[in-house]
């Protein structure tokens, strides 16, 4: 008895920055925890950094040498939770812990940035050696350590025993506002609030989730870039009064930590050289693939995620520094004077609501393409949910996501965002700002891709007739791939014979 005292409840494999951050959250809330990194240093710090903040008090975390003392040091059935790079490295461990005798009612929960159908492959590939769950995680290494937005999906059996684990170290917000809840002290743990962790639904629905978010994260990235590139541009503004600005937004809707994080960034200096970091950092993204998976399946799916997509080419075309090097000094561009100093003020409002517009389309998009994805997935998703668990802990967090909760309370079944009544609303007092703004960056020869795209989008989901009917002529007259009329039953299909002279209409079968 003395000795089943002793066992862990869960084993947590990979202590980088965002496992070790989840290890000691879960730790905060009371859960013991046996570790294990390949890096045998990782463990040890870990527990020496544990030890030092908490003084004399018995281990919460213990160190584990190999897979096979992991499991002996855990109470069954085993919860082990995987902190480790995606891709390959999941099934190496997975099938170590095979080796070392894991049991078909143990679990393994994969947090890494799995891609979705990987996630699907190894819970059939899995089945009856253990239950393999997953659970994607935002909010970097801050939010792992002090409470994630977390988008568990898989085995049912298994959400339920996790259930409690992830809503204890989960961000919490209050129900009715969506205002984050803050620890007070970083070893206490939150006990009230609605949890940021909802169950998304079947094996690789989270991941999904996730990906979308993540999709989503680089357009409001990038659109906060491109309102930056304008007022630094065009309005001649420094790092630190576009901070200001930032600052200022902050207090509205466009309230987010990533816009919050924006001003620090721009607010900084290089203590080398005494420039503002932004004039420092070389300007060539990086990207891990999140992003890019997100434009392939909406590409695939035939979900029109623009913006999204537009937001990882713009990393692409940065990374093209050389050669946009060379170009600069070649192609030219259009030759105006910058704004004047008493027509400021109207700019910046006008970038704002441009900033404010492109978002609620991108997150319109990065719903309905969730929407379309679940549905041929048959993926039973509840979208407020996933509304409400990116209120807080995650990184596009925002209070904007509240309105979002809101819409989906309206209508849980919304076709897309932009057809909620707050959201048309809002979109209609500002969109002739959103077009000056993309008028005076396109005169003024600044890129403003993903401002630009989701106008594009918007103005071609609100339009009755689009020149798409030219395409299936083209398409028609050059390889008869044939079209539906306007005024016949949907799908018909008709072909003109173009190479006979009078040009017949034919109907094909
Ligand atoms: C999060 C982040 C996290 C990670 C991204 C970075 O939600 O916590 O999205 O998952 O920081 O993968 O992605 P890129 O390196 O592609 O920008």
């Known amino acids: 008895m003395a000795e089943q005292e002793a066992l862990c409840d869960i084993g947590f494999i990979g202590l980088g920055v965002m496992g070790k951050n989840i290890a000691l959250n879960l ?67 997975c099938l170590k812990l095979i080796d070392a005798g894991i049991k078909a009612d143990d679990i393994i929960v994969d947090t890494g940035n799995s891609l979705w159908t990987d996630t699907i492959e190894r819970e059939k ?23 994630p937005s977390l988008m568990p999906s898989g085995d049912p059996y298994a959400w339920a025993r996790i259930e409690p684990v992830w809503h204890a170290i989960s961000a919490k917000v209050e129900p009715e506002t969506g205002r984050a809840l803050e620890r007070t002290h970083h070893t206490q743990p939150l006990t009230v609030g609605e949890p940021c962790a909802t169950y998304i639904g079947p094996a690789g629905s989270g991941h999904y989730v996730k990906m979308v978010h993540n999709g989503i994260e680089y357009a409001d990235m990038q659109m906060i870039c491109e309102a930056y590139h304008i007022m630094r541009e065009s309005l001649a503004m420094t790092p630190v009064e576009i901070a200001a600005v930032f600052r200022q937004w902050n207090k509205g809707v466009l309230n987010s930590y990533l816009i919050e994080i924006s001003s620090e960034v721009l607010e900084h200096f290089d203590d080398e050289t005494g420039k503002p970091l932004v004039d420092i950092i070389l300007d060539k993204a990086g990207q891990k693939g999140t992003g890019l998976w997100t434009a392939v399946s909406a590409l ?13 080419f713009a990393r692409s075309l940065s990374t093209l520094k050389h050669a946009r090097v060379r170009a600069s000094n070649f192609l030219v561009g259009p030759n105006v004077e910058q704004v004047k100093e008493s027509e400021k003020a109207q700019c910046i409002e006008q ?77 209609a007092k500002y969109q002739n700002n959103w077009r000056q703004a993309i008028s005076h960056a396109t005169i003024t020869g600044i890129p403003c891709g993903a401002f630009s795209s989701a106008l594009a989008y918007y103005d071609s989901y609100r339009t009755e007739n689009l020149p798409a009917s030219l395409l299936q002529g083209q398409r028609d007259y050059f390889g008869a791939h044939t079209f539906e009329r306007v005024d016949k039953p949907l799908g018909k299909k008709y072909h003109i014979k173009w190479t006979d002279q009078d040009r017949p209409m034919v109907e094909v079968d």
């Open 351 to 427: 970038i704002h609501d441009a900033l404010y517009c492109s978002k609620i389309v991108a997150y319109a998009q990065g719903f309905q393409l969730i929407k379309l994805a679940a549905r041929e997935q048959k993926w039973p998703i509840d979208f407020g949910g996933i509304a409400k668990i990116w209120r807080a802990g995650c990184i596009i967090r925002a209070a904007f996501l509240q309105k979002i909760t809101d819409a989906y309370d309206r209508d849980s079944d919304l076709g897309n965002l932009l057809l909620d009544e707050y959201f048309a609303g809002e979109i």
């Open 27 to 93: 730790a905060d809330n009371g859960y013991k925890i046996a570790g294990f990194d390949l890096d045998h240093h990782r463990i040890d710090d870990l527990i020496e950094e544990d030890a030092l903040e908490r003084g004399e008090q018995e281990p919460r975390i213990i160190a584990c040498q190999s897979y096979t003392q992991l499991l002996s040091k855990l109470k069954a059935p085993h919860l082990i939770i995987l902190s480790i790079p995606a891709g390959s490295a999941v099934d190496d461990v």
């Open 125 to 147: 590939r899995y089945q009856g050696k253990f239950i393999f769950f997953t659970t994607a995680v935002s909010g970097g290494e801050v939010g792992a350590r002090f409470g």
């Open 300 to 312: 695939q799916i035939g979900a029109p995620a623009t913006t999204i997509a537009q937001s990882v």
